[in-house]
């Protein structure tokens, strides 16, 4: 064994060699300290052997207090957990109809919503949808035509006009009132204003009138027009649900438009005929020259005795005319396909009202 290695100092720091004769200096030098200690860290002694020094060992730290700490403070909170609990409890015994409640609101509101993730989506609807369903609708379930959604317009504005006599029978003094002609008038104000025409009323001992409902009524002659052959009447009594007709312009009307004549031709009716305006301003002369009527509406919509002073609509449903006459240039009173009204202008201010 070499004399000359070096041993470990329990501090750390080697220990010098020594000499062959066993001397030796001590470490550092000839000042006489340890090396790394001095006197004061206990460094070894010269030329013996080395001194185990206790103090110089790292102290090992104490975990024991902490952990202590820690469990003294964990038994606390334990202590606490049940009085949490109490509170929790005596809440809900205060409040359980409100938690109830609420309960039963979240439920419903899931519910809800679940069932709604659950439908299939929306299925959204493009225009070829809609082409296709309106198509069908127009196959399985055809619209009323345009006359007849303008007859059913009018119609509650429509009344029979009665030309009424007496007539004696045998052994009786007193005559009984029968007709001695049927027209046709229209309601044009709530007050049971109609217009009809005056050729229908004239000479008449009495006039009586039927509206749409059934109800009978007399009339009285308010205002005439003769040279439109018009005629205002007043209906003495009127029914509840008296509806007057709508009245329109003649301003923009053109021959092809389709107009419907709603009348009581030899007493039958209503009746509905259809057709389409043939002319404007038009003149008529009756074939015995007893009337001559100029500016009139010329139709071929059927019109025969019995639809004098209806209203001429359009398809709309609204009056641009009064029915007044057909001709045919033989003697026979029957319609040929030519027929004449008067315009609703000259009609409107035959009963005092504002023109267009």
Same mark, same amino acid.
């Given at each position: ?5 070096? !041993? ?19 470490? =550092? ?59 929790? !409890?005596r809440?809900a015994?205060?409040?359980d ?26 299925? !959204? ?11 069908? +609708? ?34 009786? /003094? ?9 027209? /046709? ?7 049971? +204003?109609?217009? +009809? ?10 006039? =009586? ?10 009339? +009285? ?14 209906? !003495? ?11 329109r312009?003649?301003a ?20 509905? /005929? ?10 008529y ?15 071929d ?43 609703i202008?000259?009609a409107a ?8």
């Amino acid at each position: 064994m070499f004399s000359g290695a070096r !041993r470990p100092t329990p501090g750390g720091a080697p220990s010098a060699p020594s000499d062959e004769k066993g001397g030796s200096e001590p470490v =550092g030098g000839p000042g006489g300290s340890a090396a790394g200690g001095g006197a004061a860290g206990g460094g070894a002694a010269v030329g013996g052997a080395p001194r185990a020094v206790a103090s110089a060992a790292t102290p090992i730290p104490q975990r024991r207090p902490a952990m202590a700490a820690q469990v003294a403070d964990a038994a606390p909170a334990d202590a606490k957990r049940p009085q949490r609990f109490q509170r929790l !409890r005596r809440f809900a015994g205060r409040h359980d109809r409100a938690l109830l409640l609420a309960v039963a609101v979240l439920a419903a509101v899931a519910i809800v919503l679940g069932h709604g993730a659950l439908q299939p989506p929306a299925q !959204r609807l493009t225009q070829e949808d809609i082409d296709a369903a309106v198509m069908h +609708t127009l196959q399985t379930k055809p619209l009323p035509s345009a006359e007849a959604r303008a007859a059913a317009i009018v119609m509650p504005s429509v009344v029979r006009v009665r030309r009424l006599g007496t007539e004696a029978k045998d052994g009786e /003094t007193e005559g009984v009132s029968v007709d001695k002609g049927v027209g /046709t008038g229209v309601v044009i104000m709530e007050n049971g +204003t109609i217009l +009809t025409n005056l050729h229908v009323v004239s000479g008449a001992e009495r006039i =009586g009138v039927v509206f749409a409902d059934g109800t009978l009524s007399d009339a +009285t002659v308010v205002s005439v027009q003769p040279e439109n052959d018009l005629a205002v009447l007043k209906a !003495r009594s009127l029914p509840d649900d008296l509806v007057p007709a709508t009245l329109r312009s003649t301003a923009d009307l053109m021959p092809g438009d389709h107009v419907v004549a709603v009348g009581f031709p030899f007493g039958i009716g209503p009746t509905v /005929t259809s057709g389409v305006i043939s002319g404007l301003q038009q003149e008529y002369r009756a074939p015995g020259g007893e009337r001559s009527l100029s500016n009139l509406i010329q139709f071929d919509a059927a019109a025969n005795p019995g639809n004098s002073g209806g209203p001429l609509v359009t398809a709309d449903g609204e009056v641009v005319g009064i029915v007044t006459a057909i001709f045919n240039p033989s003697e026979q009173r029957v319609f040929i396909g030519i027929g004449f009204a008067v315009p609703i202008e000259s009609a409107a201010s035959a009963a005092g009202l504002s023109p267009f």
